[in-house]
Protein backbone atom coordinates (compact mmCIF):
# COMPACT_ATOMS: atom_id res chain seq x y z
CA UNK A 1 0.00 0.00 0.00
CA UNK A 2 1.41 3.40 -0.79
CA UNK A 3 0.01 5.80 1.54
CA UNK A 4 3.33 8.69 1.93
CA UNK A 5 2.34 11.15 4.88
CA UNK A 6 -1.68 10.62 4.62
CA UNK A 7 -2.10 7.87 7.37
CA UNK A 8 -0.56 7.40 10.54
CA UNK A 9 0.82 4.46 11.75
CA UNK A 10 -2.25 3.49 13.49
CA UNK A 11 -4.20 3.66 10.27
CA UNK A 12 -1.86 1.78 7.85
CA UNK A 13 -2.17 -1.02 10.34
CA UNK A 14 -5.78 -1.01 10.46
CA UNK A 15 -5.85 -0.88 6.55
CA UNK A 16 -3.36 -3.62 6.36
CA UNK A 17 -5.46 -5.87 8.58
CA UNK A 18 -8.40 -5.42 6.56
CA UNK A 19 -6.81 -6.18 3.58
CA UNK A 20 -5.48 -9.63 5.33
CA UNK A 21 -8.95 -10.29 6.63
CA UNK A 22 -10.20 -10.08 3.28
CA UNK A 23 -8.11 -11.68 1.12
CA UNK A 24 -8.50 -14.94 3.63
CA UNK A 25 -12.25 -14.67 3.05
CA UNK A 26 -12.02 -14.25 -0.80
CA UNK A 27 -8.95 -15.89 -1.24
CA UNK A 28 -7.91 -13.15 -3.96
CA UNK A 29 -4.86 -10.86 -3.58
CA UNK A 30 -6.47 -7.05 -2.76
CA UNK A 31 -3.62 -4.24 -3.03
CA UNK A 32 -4.75 -0.32 -2.31
CA UNK A 33 -2.98 2.45 -3.65
CA UNK A 34 -3.63 5.92 -2.59
CA UNK A 35 -1.37 8.81 -3.92
CA UNK A 36 -1.31 10.89 -6.67
CA UNK A 37 -2.19 9.22 -10.18
CA UNK A 38 0.08 10.49 -12.93
CA UNK A 39 -2.49 10.74 -15.40
CA UNK A 40 -5.96 9.80 -16.17
CA UNK A 41 -7.01 7.51 -13.39
CA UNK A 42 -8.28 4.48 -15.43
CA UNK A 43 -5.14 4.04 -17.47
CA UNK A 44 -3.23 4.25 -14.28
CA UNK A 45 -5.32 2.49 -12.09
CA UNK A 46 -4.60 -0.21 -15.02
CA UNK A 47 -1.15 -0.44 -15.06
CA UNK A 48 -0.92 -0.45 -11.48
CA UNK A 49 -3.09 -3.69 -11.38
CA UNK A 50 -0.91 -5.61 -14.50
CA UNK A 51 2.50 -5.00 -12.61
CA UNK A 52 0.88 -6.78 -9.49
CA UNK A 53 2.12 -10.66 -8.79
CA UNK A 54 -1.03 -12.23 -9.82
CA UNK A 55 -2.91 -9.58 -11.34
CA UNK A 56 -5.32 -11.99 -12.55
CA UNK A 57 -6.25 -12.87 -9.45
CA UNK A 58 -5.81 -9.64 -7.72
CA UNK A 59 -8.74 -6.23 -7.49
CA UNK A 60 -6.46 -2.96 -7.20
CA UNK A 61 -8.20 -0.17 -5.36
CA UNK A 62 -6.70 3.20 -6.14
CA UNK A 63 -7.51 6.64 -4.49
CA UNK A 64 -5.71 9.70 -5.39
CA UNK A 65 -7.27 12.00 -2.77
CA UNK A 66 -6.35 15.10 -3.94
CA UNK A 67 -8.01 14.80 -7.34
CA UNK A 68 -10.61 12.71 -5.61
CA UNK A 69 -10.33 9.77 -8.18
CA UNK A 70 -11.27 6.49 -6.68
CA UNK A 71 -10.77 3.05 -9.29
CA UNK A 72 -11.28 -0.37 -8.89
CA UNK A 73 -9.37 -3.09 -10.80
CA UNK A 74 -9.99 -6.53 -10.95
CA UNK A 75 -8.47 -9.35 -12.79
CA UNK A 76 -10.05 -12.05 -14.77
CA UNK A 77 -10.35 -14.43 -12.33
CA UNK A 78 -11.94 -12.30 -9.78
CA UNK A 79 -14.53 -11.24 -12.12
CA UNK A 80 -16.00 -14.90 -12.06
CA UNK A 81 -17.03 -13.91 -8.87
CA UNK A 82 -17.32 -10.25 -8.68
CA UNK A 83 -19.87 -8.13 -10.92
CA UNK A 84 -19.62 -5.15 -12.42
CA UNK A 85 -22.35 -3.60 -10.60
CA UNK A 86 -21.30 -5.13 -7.17
CA UNK A 87 -18.12 -3.19 -8.42
CA UNK A 88 -19.86 -0.10 -8.68
CA UNK A 89 -21.99 -0.36 -5.30
CA UNK A 90 -18.67 -0.31 -3.37
CA UNK A 91 -17.30 2.51 -5.15
CA UNK A 92 -20.62 4.20 -4.18
CA UNK A 93 -20.48 3.68 -0.99
CA UNK A 94 -16.69 4.52 -0.50
CA UNK A 95 -17.52 7.60 -1.88
CA UNK A 96 -19.70 8.68 0.51
CA UNK A 97 -17.66 7.92 3.33
CA UNK A 98 -14.82 10.18 1.82
CA UNK A 99 -17.20 12.73 1.39
CA UNK A 100 -17.82 12.67 4.57
CA UNK A 101 -13.94 13.01 5.33
CA UNK A 102 -13.55 9.02 6.25
CA UNK A 103 -10.71 8.14 4.21
CA UNK A 104 -9.85 4.99 6.38
CA UNK A 105 -12.99 3.98 6.70
CA UNK A 106 -13.85 4.37 3.57
CA UNK A 107 -10.71 2.17 2.23
CA UNK A 108 -11.75 -0.71 4.98
CA UNK A 109 -15.43 -0.61 4.04
CA UNK A 110 -14.47 -0.94 0.45
CA UNK A 111 -12.11 -3.72 1.44
CA UNK A 112 -14.47 -5.66 3.46
CA UNK A 113 -17.44 -5.31 0.63
CA UNK A 114 -14.99 -6.46 -1.79
CA UNK A 115 -14.18 -9.29 -0.21
CA UNK A 116 -17.49 -10.20 0.69
CA UNK A 117 -18.65 -9.50 -2.81
CA UNK A 118 -16.01 -11.51 -4.18
CA UNK A 119 -16.25 -14.85 -2.49
CA UNK A 120 -16.85 -17.64 -4.45
CA UNK A 121 -20.34 -18.88 -3.92
CA UNK A 122 -20.24 -22.68 -2.18
CA UNK A 123 -22.38 -25.50 -3.46
CA UNK A 124 -24.27 -27.20 -0.69
CA UNK A 125 -25.12 -30.01 -3.02
CA UNK A 126 -22.93 -31.49 -5.57
CA UNK A 127 -25.05 -35.05 -6.43
CA UNK A 128 -27.58 -34.86 -9.74
CA UNK A 129 -30.94 -35.62 -8.58
Do not use: N, W
Not at 116 to 122: G, I, L, M, V
Request: aromatic share 4%; glycine share 6%; charged share 30%.
Amino acid sequence: MASGDLFSARERQEIDRAIRQAETSCRYEISVFVGTADEESHPFASRLHASLTAPDRSILIMVDPTARLLEIVTGSQVRRDLSDREVELVLLDMQSCFAADDLVGGLKRGIGMLAEHARPQRTLHTESV
